[in-house]
């Protein structure tokens, strides 16, 4: 594949294809973190050239914990992406965030324990990215305009990722309620944050598909719940990507695509060559 994909799309559960892509293949792509979650679906949407990749795998095979989201992120920028759009399914951890919503977070809050597996740093290179504004808003603002078009969307809110694959006990939901967060899912954060260290622009359609467990009329969340949900908004995220992907100004610098400009603290003259040829591309624009 010589034609570079400045897009991408990566889908969380029940979006496993992207019928909205045409002229595609299944790209196969080598990382020197692993292997990806699957191959990438590549091939053009509103002129543009996009790779999509389903995010637990074909056939919905790896747990939120086995994510490889280095080699996932890596993978993105080897195939010349500066644009992520994350499509995922979470819970609503408030009355007005009802299933069928779509929510478009502006910031994560993390209740994972595998940090080690959150950064491409380490090994004799140390860098420390600006996060305290985690989602590009410039492609969280054009999400948010195509997902208005498809259904009800909501600007901005707290994504808490928690460690899974269990749902959450009352006891965490409410304690989640009680500090305000808007949604919980099992998958983000870390995608996130390699992004960002990857100095990809990237936002969060967080598609809501059931109560967590905390609210009293739905009961506790099920698996056939959210599959219910996640059929109806599936089609409704193929829309979505449809609309979004021409509206994306490829032409913008945004503060992420220089997010390493001042965050790598380790002397260059210190840096490992075996770090550094396993960091690759994700250093390749300071490697000058």
Same mark, same amino acid.
């Given at each position: 594949?010589?034609?570079?994909?400045?897009?991408?799309?990566?889908?969380?559960?029940?979006?496993?294809?992207?019928?909205?892509?045409? =002229?595609?293949?299944?790209?196969?792509?080598?990382?020197?973190?692993? =292997?990806?979650?699957?191959?990438?679906?590549?091939?053009?949407?509103?002129?543009?050239?996009?790779?999509?990749?389903?995010?637990?795998?074909?056939?919905?095979?790896?747990?939120?914990?086995?994510?490889?989201?280095?080699?996932?992120?890596?993978?993105?920028?080897?195939?010349?992406?500066?644009?992520?759009?994350?499509?995922?399914?979470?819970?609503?951890?408030?009355?007005?965030?009802?299933?069928?919503?779509?929510?478009?977070?502006?910031?994560?809050? =993390?209740?994972?324990?595998?940090?080690?597996?959150?950064?491409?740093?380490?090994?004799?290179?140390?860098?420390?990215?600006?996060?305290?504004?985690?989602?590009? +808003?410039?492609?969280?603002?054009?999400?948010?305009?195509?997902?208005?078009?498809?259904?009800?969307?909501?600007?901005?809110?707290?994504?808490?990722?928690?460690?899974?694959?269990?749902?959450?006990?009352?006891?965490?939901?409410?304690?989640?309620?009680?500090?305000?967060?808007?949604?919980?899912?099992? /998958?983000?954060? @870390?995608?996130?944050?390699?992004?960002?260290?990857?100095?990809?622009?990237? @936002?969060?359609?967080?598609?809501?598909?059931?109560?967590?467990?905390?609210?009293?009329?739905?009961?506790?969340?099920?698996?056939?719940?959210?599959?219910?949900?996640?059929?109806?908004?599936?089609?409704?995220?193929?829309?979505?990507?449809?609309?979004?992907? +021409?509206?994306? +100004?490829?032409?913008?610098?945004?503060?992420?695509?220089?997010?390493?400009?001042?965050?790598?603290? /380790?002397?260059?003259?210190?840096?490992?060559?075996?770090?550094? =040829?396993?960091?690759?591309?994700?250093?390749?624009?300071?490697?000058?």
């Amino acid at each position: 594949m010589d034609t570079p994909c400045e897009i991408g799309v990566v889908g969380g559960s029940g979006l496993y294809e992207m019928d909205c892509i045409t =002229d595609t293949q299944w790209v196969r792509v080598e990382t020197p973190w692993g =292997d990806p979650s699957d191959e990438f679906l590549v091939g053009s949407l509103g002129g543009r050239r996009v790779a999509f990749l389903p995010r637990h795998g074909r056939g919905h095979r790896i747990l939120p914990s086995e994510l490889n989201h280095r080699a996932n992120i890596y993978a993105f920028k080897k195939l010349g992406v500066r644009w992520l759009v994350s499509l995922s399914a979470v819970g609503s951890l408030k009355q007005e965030l009802a299933p069928g919503v779509f929510v478009l977070p502006s910031q994560f809050y =993390d209740r994972t324990k595998n940090s080690a597996a959150h950064t491409f740093f380490g090994n004799g290179i140390v860098a420390h990215i600006s996060f305290a504004h985690p989602v590009c +808003p410039v492609l969280q603002q054009v999400l948010y305009t195509a997902a208005s078009t498809t259904g009800s969307a909501v600007l901005g809110g707290t994504y808490v990722n928690m460690e899974g694959p269990a749902f959450s006990t009352l006891a965490e939901s409410e304690e989640n309620r009680r500090a305000g967060f808007d949604v919980i899912g099992m /998958t983000n954060l @870390a995608e996130a944050k390699c992004a960002r260290e990857a100095e990809i622009s990237y @936002a969060t359609v967080a598609m809501v598909t059931d109560y967590d467990c905390w609210h009293q009329e739905h009961g506790a969340v099920t698996v056939d719940m959210v599959i219910a949900c996640l059929k109806a908004n599936a089609e409704r995220a193929r829309a979505l990507v449809a609309s979004a992907v +021409p509206a994306i +100004p490829l032409g913008t610098e945004t503060k992420a695509h220089s997010a390493l400009k001042n965050a790598i603290m /380790t002397d260059r003259r210190c840096w490992p060559q075996a770090t550094v =040829d396993k960091l690759g591309l994700v250093l390749s624009s300071h490697l000058g």
